[in-house]
């Protein structure tokens, strides 16, 4: 079993920062890609930030330049600086992690966190 815990989420007002971090824990080899979604309430589900093992990267155009998505292999963990925020970043931010890799060499697709509430408010 993989576990996604994510952290670092609050109330900012905007312009302000916050960095969101994402532990995954288990018994890992390796983790192929990492993403942070977000879902505001009343829309879909989005895709803020994505990340593979590679470290390529891509983001959505909403938060380009504002926003850098990053991770630590070593640690299965992944992170999100978010900068100049703004009110329509309010949402609830959830980590996922697919195409992991056990050290019993098992193969685990599609693993979500819980979410951590990102608001942001004057």
């Known amino acids: 079993q993989v576990q996604l815990v994510e952290s670092g989420g609050g109330l900012v007002q905007p312009g302000g920062s916050l960095r969101l971090s994402c532990a995954a824990s288990?018994?890992?080899?390796?983790?192929?890609?990492m993403a942070w979604y977000r879902q505001a309430p009343g829309k879909e589900r989005e895709l803020v930030a994505g990340?593979?093992?590679?470290?390529?990267?891509n983001y959505a155009d909403s938060v380009k330049g504002r926003f850098t998505i990053s991770r630590d292999n070593r640690q299965n963990t992944m992170y999100l600086q978010m900068n100049s925020l703004k009110p329509e970043d309010t949402a609830v931010y959830s980590c996922?992690?697919?195409?992991?890799?056990?050290?019993?060499?098992?193969?685990?697709?599609?693993?979500w966190g819980q979410g951590t509430l990102v608001t942001v408010s004057s």
């Open positions: 996922y992690a697919d195409r992991i890799i056990t050290t019993r060499k098992d193969r685990l697709f599609e693993n």
């Open positions: 990340i593979t093992i590679a470290g390529s990267t």
């Open positions: 288990g018994s890992i080899d390796s983790i192929n890609t």
